[in-house]
């Protein structure tokens, strides 16, 4: 009976659907939607700058992928409504370039599933 057990384990577990890594659970969470930094690591439960840094290899994924867009809704500032656009990391800023304040609305990240065009 034990070589029973033996041989049949594996299909078993073959059968259940593999764990997700945290790059690909960050892809199922904003597809469809628009979520900060601080919501995906509160909802992933790993630290807001491994949730940056996973985002980084995120943008490039997507990138490849003909079907979805990565859209990145830039940070703004609160007290002035300063809109940091041209700015290339994903990282929240630390303080406006005009007033100097510091209360910065978070960035929010989230991806797009589009049909491309046929020629």
């Known amino acids: 009976m034990a070589w029973l057990f033996l041989v049949l384990s594996p299909t ?28 995906l690591a ?10 940056e840094g996973h985002l980084t290899h995120v943008v490039k994924t997507i990138a490849r992928d003909k079907t979805r867009r990565f859209i990145l809704n830039p940070a703004r500032c609160h007290d002035c409504d300063f809109v940091f656009r041209d700015r290339s990391r994903l990282t929240s800023p630390s303080r406006c370039p005009q007033c100097r304040s510091e209360a910065i609305a978070a960035p929010r990240y989230g991806i797009d599933l589009f049909a491309p065009q046929l020629e």
């Open 12 to 39: 078993i577990n073959a059968m259940q659907p593999p764990e997700q890594t945290p790059r690909q659970r960050i892809i199922e969470l904003i597809t469809g939607t628009r979520l900060s930094s601080y919501q």
């Open 42 to 51: 509160q909802m992933l439960g790993i630290p807001e700058r491994q949730v």
